[in-house]
């Protein structure tokens, strides 16, 4: 494979990355800007990396020319929730106006490219009990700019499927986590706040927001792996959910987190971390993925939760 992946600087375009590297593919990415880590990235595993805004026509035009690849993973996004409800405008013209340039500029190259794009799991809306595990036909309801913006990705992508035969695959990501993600994840929020107490660098007190809610959580690094299998072995046009298939409580995962410390640690609800429109319950059904690429998740929350947290003590330890 020769891949291009934008974001490539991302969370998960980061594990992407490690995983394609692994297996012998070529990569390539983009990002806005030039960083010391990005040097570090490129130098490190000889990786060509674009610079330019995924709504730049010629940007996106010139790195694709240049490289030709044959699969691109569109990873570059505003991927908040909450700053979707600070900043909808840029929201909607990053995922949105980005996509469809993407797409755009890919439709015009003279060589075959398959490209994924990755969709979301709140594009569902809120699901009631007996509508979970959420299966890719149910009827899209997003009530948050975020996901309204990555619905419009996700029939922009079989638009380009059906009106110019491209070969434009779609994964919908339910939530992940994983070592190297930004604190802006949740569960890489609360592993950074457990660390530092642990460590005696903070109060032994955690903030949180709405602990009621389910979530299916799977590893970003079986997500990606997910990835790749839709678009080697899936079929273009048609959404897969990529997820665990089981829902936790997010107040039973933030106690697992306190165990791992040896210190008792207070709970304080941070109103300015609750959403203005929450979703209950958010779990999905694999069965579609599982059945056309025989992908499973095989990183248990268990794992996944103590490497945050070994990940997050390790870095601040080296801070310190």
């Not at 880590?37 to 995924?54: N, P, R």
């Not at 398959?114 to 969709?119: C, F, P, R």
Request: proline share 5%; with cysteine; aromatic share 10%.
């Amino acid at each position: 494979m020769k891949a291009f992946i934008t974001g490539i600087a991302g969370f998960a375009g980061r594990h992407l990355t490690a995983y394609l590297l692994n297996r012998g593919d070529e990569v390539a990415g983009m990002e806005p800007e030039d960083t010391e880590d990005l040097d570090l990235l490129a130098k490190a595993h000889d990786i060509k990396i674009y610079f330019g805004d995924i709504r730049d026509e010629k940007a996106i035009s010139k790195a694709l020319n240049q490289y030709k690849p044959d699969t691109i993973f569109h990873l570059a996004a505003q991927s908040s929730v909450r700053l979707s409800f600070e900043n909808p405008q840029e929201t909607f013209s990053v995922n949105m106006m980005g996509t469809l340039t993407l797409l755009e500029e890919a439709n015009k190259t003279d060589f075959p490219i398959k490209t994924l794009v990755i969709t979301s799991s709140e594009v569902y809306g809120p699901l009631t009990p007996d509508e979970v595990p959420v299966t890719e036909d149910h009827l899209l309801r997003p009530v948050n700019p975020y996901a309204v913006s990555k619905a419009a990705v996700d029939l922009l992508a079989y638009q380009y499927v059906k009106a110019y035969n491209q070969q434009v695959f779609i994964a919908r990501a339910f939530s992940h986590s994983g070592p190297w993600q930004k604190t802006v994840g949740v569960l890489s929020d609360w592993a950074f706040q457990i660390a530092k107490i642990d460590l005696g660098l903070s109060q032994p007190t955690i903030k949180v927001g709405n602990l009621n809610v389910r979530r299916d959580y799977a590893d970003v690094r079986d997500i990606v792996r997910g990835y790749v299998d839709i678009i080697e072995k899936g079929k273009p046009g048609e959404p897969y959910n990529v997820c665990s298939g089981i829902g936790y409580e997010l107040a039973e995962l933030l106690e697992k987190y306190r165990q791992f410390s040896s210190k008792k640690i207070n709970i304080v609800v941070d109103q300015s971390r609750m959403r203005p429109v929450d979703i209950p319950i958010l779990v999905g059904s694999n069965a579609k993925i599982k059945e056309d690429t025989g992908w499973s998740p095989n990183i248990s929350i268990d794992t996944t939760l103590k490497d945050i947290y070994d990940y997050w003590r390790e870095y601040l330890v080296e801070e310190v």
